[in-house]
């Protein structure tokens, strides 16, 4: 009898002296995480595709993806994660553009559905990169943002409207992503 009245007492000392379990990541930061690697990594097997082709027009702002790309690498690095995404997303977008501007494709080629009338696609394309454009000038001046690889991409992007809207509108985006990534939201 005495010693059933001992086993909870003992018990209680033991679990009293266990060690606080150690905080983990919360599953919402754990995703945060993975996609900013994801996206890194992305970011880089594009440069490196890039790379192995040899194209006939390299324009000013490639340099740009690669100074993003690096800045993306250190975000994670310092566990910024949500920089690191948004950052690895602009520079991917700029690798992109350019590989549209030679004529290239980078991943899947989407499949386009069969229409008769080419000029309504380019029209939907032209007005999509007129929004993204006008979205980034909203939003640069909006929030006061002097970032001058957003400033080139802008112009750049401006440049491109008319001639090819599908590369206007990846380096809108580009700028996007990289007004996000200083916003930190």
């Not at 995404?85 to 553009?97: F, I, L, S």
């Not at 000038?137 to 809207?165: C, D, H």
Request: charged share 20%; no cysteine; net charge positive.
């Amino acid at each position: 009898m005495k010693q059933l009245l001992w086993m909870p007492l003992v018990l209680g000392l033991a679990l009293a002296q266990t060690p606080p379990p150690t905080p983990t990541q919360s599953p919402t930061q754990q995703r945060l995480v993975q996609q900013a690697t994801q996206g890194v990594a992305k970011a880089q097997a594009t440069k490196s595709y890039l790379e192995g082709l040899r194209l006939s027009n390299i324009p000013a702002w490639l340099s740009q993806g690669d100074a993003l790309l690096t800045q993306a690498q250190s975000d994670l690095q310092a566990q910024r994660y949500f920089a690191a995404r948004e950052r690895a997303d602009a520079a991917k977008k700029v690798y992109q553009a350019t590989l549209l501007l030679n004529g290239q494709t980078y991943g899947r080629s989407k499949r386009e559905p069969s229409t008769p009338d080419r000029s309504a696609k380019q029209a939907y394309q032209a007005q999509r990169a007129q929004q993204r454009v006008q979205r980034l000038e909203a939003e640069l001046a909006y929030y006061r943002n002097n970032n001058p690889a957003v400033r080139n991409l802008l112009s750049a992007a401006k440049g491109f409207q008319t001639s090819q809207p599908e590369v206007a509108r990846m380096l809108a985006e580009a700028g996007l992503d990289i007004i996000k990534a200083d916003r930190g939201f």
